[in-house]
């Protein structure tokens, strides 16, 4: 993901303290009481990594079946590859066949809404591929997880009346999260009181992107009681600093888990998708230790395991 990214020189520099939470955050928490398990779903963008081989898929693995070999280790996926082009209900359900035979871990698909529908229909006259759209995703059955509309960094407030139309037409039990990116969103304090509260009345998330050079977009706003976090890590370079974010997500979340806070779905990327694993293994390990999540550890296979990680606390 390039999204969000900076210079190297300029990392050091970026202030990665998470915000305070924002004001639709506590309406959204307030009366609810912690839930009993709480889900946990840490995952990453793709599967389709021939840098993982011999690191966590075995060496000699094809790449038709990658992701029978993500399936083992991660219990879910935000499903990248349906944004440039509608997919047909015959690949779905070949991917849905790979998660049955191969996943113990009730393995899920966050699949992107296409490119079609939010980039170049913009939400606009887009009933037919929206329909096409969520014809084939069913196909998943138990193994889809919420969907995520990514909306361009060229739409703006301006566009409210058209997503919220948009959102009132998709069916009333399909799990959507929204990720907006045009900085007004955020920086106009009418406009982001107006979206996200917008958004919790129609009962649909807000992504919350954790990237170096976009912090408007770590927003800290909970629509409904779960949440959707894209985390954009800086490389092996700068592992430690990533792993010092991951710590304070920690702490957040535990902050939300003693509030109510019923899922999570916590993404994991990089610039260079190459360390990916190593930074989810860390993730998966702070949360279970800190959070009471009970999700497996990746199962490296080569000796390019991860060094003894940091702990916090």
Known sequence: MDFGKVAEHEIASVDFTLPEDGKQTAITLTGHEPVKDPAFYIG???????????????AKTKEADFLDQYVKHFNSIELNAV???????????KWKQKAEENSTNGFIFCPKFSRTISHIKRLKDAEVPTDLYLSSIHEFGRYLGPCFLQLGDNFGPKNFDILENYLKLLPVDFQVFVEL??????????????LFGMLHRLKKGAVITDASGRRDCVHMELTIPEIFIRFVGNGQDFKESDFARIDEWVVRIKNWLDKGLEKVYFFL?????????????????QFNKHL??????????????????????
């Open 44 to 58: 990453c963008a793709k599967w389709g990594r021939k840098e993982w081989l011999n690191m966590i898929y075995p």
């Open 83 to 93: 944004f440039y082009s509608i997919p047909n209900a015959e690949l779905i359900r």
């Open 292 to 313: 009471g999540s009970d999700v497996p550890e990746i199962k490296f296979l080569s000796d390019d395991t991860p060094p003894k990680q940091q702990q916090m606390f």
């Open 181 to 194: 990116r045009h900085e007004e969103w955020f920086a106009n304090a009418a406009e982001r009181e107006r």
């Open 269 to 285: 990327h990089q610039h260079d998708e190459k360390d990916t694993p190593v930074l989810a293994d860390y993730t998966i390990k």
